[in-house]
Structures are given as structure tokens and as C-alpha cells.
């Protein structure tokens, strides 16, 4: 159990999970709008994520020099080679692709410094979050037909409204000055704001040519993981169950 402990933990820790998570978004993009896969893309994607979100997790201690880099090996040699992974994929994406991918890069390099606006927070990163799960994949079609714009618009509501959780566990090792959403309004509160959200997000899908019954089973999920979010909840309540909703959300797309 304890080897099992320290494989899911660096899973975790490596940011596996959420670039899994963050892959599943892009293939729900590709099956709902029935679009030819592209595989530079979602692999730019999964190991992009992978470097981004240990640059944010991480950027911090190795400034105040924190960081053990012979401790954390293995994390540094995984984000390294994935470092060259997204490169390698990179230069096969057409040049409008890249100036995207560079400009949300661009975003994340300097989400650290933004991150003290905490009540924008939630809102900046689910934006680079729908920008590159929704529009990038689209980027190449000529024209954006309603439903491209209907599934946009879900992203946004639906990945604000995953974020819940983390605005409420980290709540407790925020700072006070950052102003989140549960430090403003309150747990209670920030909670109904998030399963609100899913109204709108369910209420579009009634709107689109297909209508998918997954986006239904998503948004209830979702809200039974706000509702029972609480502050003694443990890391793995957001970081692996909560995480785990867009990888459900691909299955279900997929065999429903």
C-alpha cells in the first residue's frame, strides 16, 4: 500500500492527473463537435500542461530557495522531458496555432505575479483553461457555427465551477489580501455561486444541434462535488476526485 501511496501521490504531485484532465477537455471538444482529431494539438496540450502547472506549483519555493531539486528528481527529470515534448509537437502545429499557444504561454508565465488579484483568479484561469481545451482545437475552422460558440461558453461555466472546491480548501493557506471568492463572500455562498453556474452550462446544451445526455451526468456531478466540499476535506478531494471530472466527463461522451 505504501508503494501505491507514493506512485498516486507522484502522479499527483508530477501534475499527471491534470494534464490528463486537461487532454480529456480537448477530446471532448473533438466529439462533440465531431472533429477530426489532432494529435500535435492534444499532445502540445498534455505535456504543456505538465510543465505549466509545476512552473506555477513549484515557481514560488524554488524562488525562496525551497526547492530540493535532488529530492525532487524524478518531478524535474518528467517536467523536463515534457519540456521537449511539447517543443517537439509544437513545431508541427501551423503558425496561427503557435501564436496562440505562445500568447496563453505568455498568460501562464505570468499567472504567479497575478495570482495576489485572488477574486480574478478563478476567472483568469478558467479562461486559458476554455481557450485551449475549446478554441484551440477549433482554431483551424473557418467559420464558428453556433454550437462552437454554445460549447465555449460551457466551457467557461463548467471549469469555474470545478474550481470551486480549490477556492475552498485553499481558503484556509490563502492570503488574506487576496480577496478569493470564499474569503469575500463565504463558503456558503461561494458554493451557490459555483452549482448556479451549472444552470446556464446545462440550460445551453438544450440550444445545440446534438444534445449530449453527458453534459447532464457532468453537471451533477459537479454539484454533488461543490455540495460536499468542505474544509476537512483532504488534497486528494480536489486534486484527484475533483480532477477526475473531465476524464469522467470524456468516458461518458464517449460510450453514451
Request: charged share 15%; hydrophobic share 55%.
Amino acid at each position: 500500500m505504501r508503494i501505491l501511496k507514493a506512485i498516486v501521490d507522484f502522479y499527483i504531485q508530477a501534475s499527471l492527473h491534470v494534464a490528463l484532465a486537461i487532454y480529456s477537455l480537448v477530446r471532448i471538444t473533438e466529439l462533440s463537435l465531431q472533429l477530426t482529431p489532432e494529435f500535435p494539438i492534444a499532445n502540445v496540450v498534455f505535456f504543456g500542461t505538465i510543465v505549466g502547472y509545476n512552473f506555477l506549483k513549484y515557481f514560488e519555493s524554488f524562488q525562496q530557495g525551497n526547492f530540493d531539486i535532488n529530492k525532487n528528481r524524478y518531478l524535474v527529470g518528467l517536467t523536463f522531458l515534457s519540456l521537449i515534448a511539447s517543443i517537439f509537437y509544437f513545431l508541427q502545429l501551423n503558425n496561427a496555432t503557435q501564436i496562440y499557444f505562445i500568447k496563453i504561454g505568455l498568460i501562464v508565465a505570468i499567472y504567479p505575479f497575478l495570482r495576489k488579484f485572488g477574486f480574478w483568479k478563478l476567472f483568469l484561469v478558467s479562461f486559458c483553461v476554455t481557450a485551449i481545451t475549446a478554441y484551440v482545437p477549433i482554431i483551424s475552422h473557418v467559420s464558428i457555427s453556433d454550437d462552437i460558440k454554445i460549447v465555449i461558453m460551457q466551457r467557461f461555466l463548467i471549469v469555474i465551477s470545478l474550481m470551486i472546491p480549490f477556492e475552498i480548501l485553499d481558503s484556509q493557506t490563502d492570503d488574506n489580501l487576496m480577496k478569493t471568492l470564499p474569503q469575500r463572500f463565504g463558503i456558503f455562498k461561494t458554493k451557490v455561486f459555483g452549482i448556479v453556474l451549472l444552470f446556464p452550462f446545462v440550460l445551453l446544451e438544450l440550444f445545440k444541434e446534438k444534445i449530449e445526455i453527458s453534459s447532464f451526468i457532468i453537471a451533477l456531478v459537479t454539484a454533488v462535488f461543490i455540495g460536499f466540499t468542505t474544509l476537512k476535506r483532504d488534497n486528494y478531494y480536489t486534486s484527484f476526485w475533483v480532477e477526475s471530472v473531465p476524464i469522467l466527463w470524456c468516458f461518458v461522451l464517449i460510450y453514451t
